[in-house]
């Protein structure tokens, strides 16, 4: 069993960057790929980044290439989402998932979730 944790969420001004994490805890938890994905209101779940367990393959959904930088700690089973130049269409819910099987989270259907951080973004 895994358990996933955000933080980091809240309001930010159009331009302007925010950080969120993810801690993760539980026996092999840093052996799962991890990652995010968003969810607006009267949208489908989103894609956003995802990070292997060693940390050096990450993707990227298209709408967040180039702004959004995904990293991990595996010290601290912990994965950030550095997020830049924050739009409003960025604003939504963001949660971490982990699954050992990365096809599997890349399509949503990962093993565990976090609660999920809210992300607003307005002037």
């Known amino acids: 069993q895994v358990q996933l944790v955000e933080s980091g969420g809240g309001l930010a001004q159009p331009g302007v960057s925010l950080r969120l994490s993810c801690e993760a805890s539980?026996?092999?938890?840093?052996?799962?790929?991890m990652g995010w994905f968003r969810q607006a209101p009267g949208k489908e779940r989103e894609f956003v980044a995802a990070?292997?367990?060693?940390?050096?393959?990450?993707s990227y959904g298209d709408s967040v290439k180039n702004r959004f930088g995904i990293s991990r700690d595996n010290t601290r089973i912990m994965i950030h989402l550095q997020m830049n130049n924050l739009k409003p269409e960025d604003t939504a819910v963001y949660y971490c998932?982990?699954?050992?099987?990365?096809?599997?989270?890349?399509?949503?259907?990962?093993?565990?979730w976090g609660q999920g951080t809210q992300v607003t973004v307005s002037s």
């Open positions: 539980g026996r092999a938890a840093q052996y799962y790929a």
């Open positions: 990070i292997s367990w060693t940390g050096d393959v990450m």
């Open positions: 998932a982990a699954d050992g099987n990365i096809p599997d989270l890349l399509r949503g259907e990962a093993d565990y």
